[in-house]
T-cell receptor
Framework: DSGVTQTPKHLITATGQRVTLRCSPR?????VYWYQQSLDQGLQFLIQYYNGEERAKGNILERFSAQQFPDLHSELNLSSLELGDSALYFC?????????????FGSGTQLSVL | SQQGEEDPQALSIQEGENATMNCSYKTSINNLQWYRQNSGRGLVHLILIRSNEREKHSGRLRVTLDTSKKSSSLLITASRAADTASYFC????????????FGKGTKLSVIP
């Protein structure tokens, strides 16, 4: 168990809808990362937050947004969903002060857009 | 792109044999990491090697890094069926970039 909790584990929705994925990092970890994994694109970095502030942005679509709250949990919001958004979404956390750049991953949210 | 590229894409070996996976990248790095993913589950960190290190060991794992060739290899010795998984290299370039970018992975199958 990595200590990173993601909910829900599975999500089935329709095109055009909006969903929210939630992540609770390991206790004390200040950094939260979001990744999207699909068969054709591999593991794509979306965005990183550090102690509530956005630190790095990757291949995140404008329809997607994220935030990290004062209690350090994070949410990834996906809107106007398309079939191609179906993927496994991972959250990871780290504390560079302790574990360096090593990431601890949650078990993911499997999103199916029908 | 800073993404690492693993080679081969898939590897099938017998239990007890050694497995070697390679990763090549294009830019300078701060460190390179290897992760393992069992089917459909979260990634698990295996080992991290910094740009000023050439070799690192952890149990049955041996990682090498050649910054002049921009490549790394992961060796798993005396493989077991439980080693069956996908293995990813990840690049951390540092220098103001906080992204950890992953390759597409090598799928390892260890046959009992």
């Amino acid at each position: 168990d990595s200590g990173v909790t993601q909910t829900p584990k599975h999500l089935i929705t329709a095109t055009g809808q909006r969903v929210t994925l939630r992540c609770s990092p390991r206790s004390g970890d200040l950094s939260v990362y979001w990744y999207q994994q699909s068969l054709d694109q591999g593991l794509q970095f979306l965005i990183q937050y550090y102690n509530g502030e956005e630190r790095a942005k990757g291949n995140i679509l404008e329809r997607f947004s994220a935030q990290q709250f004062p209690d350090l949990h994070s949410e990834l919001n996906l809107s106007s969903l398309e079939l191609g958004d179906s993927a496994l979404y991972f959250c990871a956390s780290s504390d560079p002060r302790i574990s360096g750049e090593k990431l601890f991953f949650g078990s993911g949210t499997q999103l199916s857009v029908l | 792109s800073q993404q690492g590229e693993e080679d081969p894409q898939a590897l099938s070996i017998q239990e007890g044999e050694n497995a070697t996976m390679n990763c090549s990248y294009k830019t300078s790095i701060n460190n390179l990491q290897w992760y393992r993913q069992n089917s459909g589950r979260g990634l698990v960190h295996l080992i991290l090697i910094r740009s000023n290190e050439r070799e690192k060991h952890s149990g049955r794992l041996r990682v090498t890094l050649d910054t002049s060739k921009k490549s790394s290899s992961l060796l798993i010795t005396a493989s077991r069926a439980a080693d069956t998984a996908s293995y990813f290299c990840a690049i951390f370039s540092g220098a103001g970039s906080y992204q950890l970018t992953f390759g597409k992975g090598t799928k390892l199958s260890v046959i009992p």
